[in-house]
């Protein structure tokens, strides 16, 4: 019942800007962790970011100070604000949610395209 839709993907140029979004739906479903991962073409799927409900973040260390992620409980929608972008952030993003209620459930986006060019 409960789904993730990622929005916001596409081709942007090095240096660039791009956001991305995530809602996750079901009318029973309230959000724990909320986070994102990627996986580039003969990689392995890595973590990105993570935010609690409190706001408090994580970040991959090559991300840090360049990518921003926050949320909207209300909306149960995480975000991933990209800045400063590399051609080696050229990959496939992925958000995922935690259930707040039921915390061994975990769910998980479709994934959306994130392209770099120069």
């Not at 991305?20 to 959000?31: E, I, K, M, N, Q």
């Given at each position: 019942?409960?789904?993730?839709?990622?929005?916001?993907?596409?081709l942007v140029?090095?240096?660039?800007?791009?956001?991305?979004?995530?809602?996750?739906?079901?009318?029973?479903?309230?959000?724990?962790?909320?986070?994102?991962?990627?996986?580039?073409?003969?990689?392995?799927?890595?973590?990105?970011?993570?935010?609690?409900?409190?706001?408090?973040?994580?970040?991959?260390?090559?991300?840090?100070?360049?990518?921003?992620?926050?949320?909207?409980?209300?909306?149960?929608?995480?975000?991933?604000?990209?800045?400063?972008?590399?051609?080696?952030?050229?990959?496939?993003?992925?958000?995922?949610?935690?259930?707040?209620?039921?915390?061994?459930?975990?769910?998980?986006?479709?994934?959306?395209?994130?392209?770099?060019?120069?």
């Amino acid at each position: 019942q409960v789904q993730l839709v990622e929005s916001g993907g596409g081709l942007v140029q090095a240096g660039g800007s791009l956001t991305l979004s995530c809602a996750a739906s079901g009318s029973t479903f309230s959000a724990g962790v909320m986070g994102w991962s990627r996986q580039a073409p003969g990689k392995q799927r890595d973590l990105v970011a993570t935010i609690t409900r409190g706001a408090v973040t994580n970040y991959a260390d090559s991300v840090k100070g360049r990518f921003t992620i926050s949320r909207d409980n209300a909306k149960n929608t995480v975000y991933l604000h990209m800045n400063s972008l590399k051609p080696e952030d050229t990959s496939v993003y992925f958000c995922n949610a935690i259930d707040r209620y039921q915390y061994q459930n975990t769910y998980w986006g479709q994934g959306i395209q994130v392209t770099l060019s120069s």
